[in-house]
């Protein structure tokens, strides 16, 4: 199986949800990270970086609380929404349901709409109910089977061999070149990729560059600026226990002494002075 396959899972107004991770990475070997946002600004900021780094977006959200989350995303993507026609889906629901134009709804077996899921490019957007039960029916039922035939899918596809034909001319040559570039098919992707860029990923990024420029100082930083945080920390860490560790043992070394030279002497009704030149004589004789 195809190994480090890149997941990103975004809970907005919702809990965490272990088991749907735990379940997920069983399909194949990922790459799986997961964030929290409790509003529209950071999720934008979430989803423009899950864009940027991953092959599968899973967005986890209220889909009828009246956040119109649907309609937040399809704008950040550059799309619109269209009314779902429910009968040709076997939906059982008395309101009309939206989703993103060109995606396709995620239905249990029971009729109950639970998400959708939309392709851009090598990209694949999800977006479930915030219901456990729903969404994980819907996990198990058709995002497993699709992952696992997606990512087996990518490692299948052989790498394009080139052929040389000998003594052509440089006419033939160029035809051939050309017809070459034209059908020969793309590269599989491998695990050095850095990610993946869409339209949607760019629009993501010009709207949160344009209505949060002035507050990127307030607690957003850049993946190189975590990971310099983060290493100094573990280095002060490591910098604070060595330091406590030394002074713990200075000071039982400080108390063994003053055991024995001021408590025993004085069980023994002798001076310090006294008690320490009788070991020495001893010691020396």
């Given at each position: 199986m195809l190994q480090n396959f890149k997941t990103d899972i975004i809970y907005y107004n919702t809990s965490t949800d272990f088991e749907l991770e735990f379940n997920l990475c069983g399909c194949c070997r990922m790459r799986l990270l997961n964030d929290k946002c409790n509003d529209k600004k950071t999720l934008l900021l979430s989803l423009s970086r899950a864009f940027s780094r991953s092959r599968v977006i899973i967005l986890t959200a209220p889909l009828f609380d009246g956040s119109n989350i649907i309609n937040t995303v399809s704008t950040a993507i550059g799309t619109t929404v269209e009314t779902l026609d429910a009968a040709a889906y076997n939906i059982n629901s008395d309101i009309p349901i939206e989703i993103i134009k060109g995606a396709t709804p995620l239905v249990t077996a029971d009729g109950i709409f639970g998400g959708?899921?939309?392709?851009?490019?090598?990209?694949?957007?999800?977006?479930?109910?915030?219901?456990?039960?729903?969404?994980?029916?819907?996990?198990?039922?058709?995002?497993?089977?699709?992952?696992?035939?997606?990512?087996?899918?990518?490692?299948?596809?052989?790498?394009?061999?080139?052929?040389?034909?000998?003594?052509?001319?440089?006419?033939?040559?160029?035809?051939?070149?050309?017809?070459?570039?034209?059908?020969?098919?793309?590269?599989?992707?491998?695990?050095?990729?850095?990610?993946?860029?869409?339209?949607?990923?760019?629009?993501?990024?010009?709207?949160?560059?344009?209505?949060?420029?002035?507050?990127?100082?307030?607690?957003?930083?850049?993946?190189?600026?975590?990971?310099?945080?983060?290493?100094?920390?573990?280095?002060?860490?490591?910098?604070?226990?060595?330091?406590?560790?030394?002074?713990?043992?200075?000071?039982?070394?400080?108390?063994?002494?003053?055991?024995?030279?001021?408590?025993?002497?004085?069980?023994?009704?002798?001076?310090?002075?006294?008690?320490?030149?009788?070991?020495?004589?001893?010691?020396?004789?």
């Open positions: 959708l899921i939309i392709e851009s490019g090598p990209q694949t957007l999800i977006i479930l109910t915030e219901n456990k039960a729903i969404r994980k029916n819907i996990m198990i039922s058709l995002i497993h089977p699709y992952i696992e035939e997606l990512a087996m899918g990518e490692i299948s596809n052989p790498e394009p061999e080139e052929t040389v034909e000998p003594e052509e001319t440089v006419e033939d040559q160029e035809t051939a070149e050309d017809a070459l570039i034209i059908d020969s098919p793309a590269e599989p992707e491998t695990e050095e990729d850095l990610g993946y860029y869409t339209e949607g990923s760019n629009l993501i990024t010009e709207q949160v560059e344009e209505n949060d420029t002035a507050e990127t100082d307030d607690g957003y930083y850049s993946d190189e600026e975590y990971y310099i945080e983060e290493t100094q920390e573990r280095q002060n860490s490591k910098f604070y226990i060595a330091l406590i560790i030394i002074s713990s043992i200075l000071l039982l070394t400080i108390a063994v002494l003053c055991f024995c030279i001021f408590f025993i002497p004085a069980q023994n009704a002798m001076t310090p002075a006294a008690y320490l030149k009788d070991i020495f004589d001893t010691m020396f004789k």
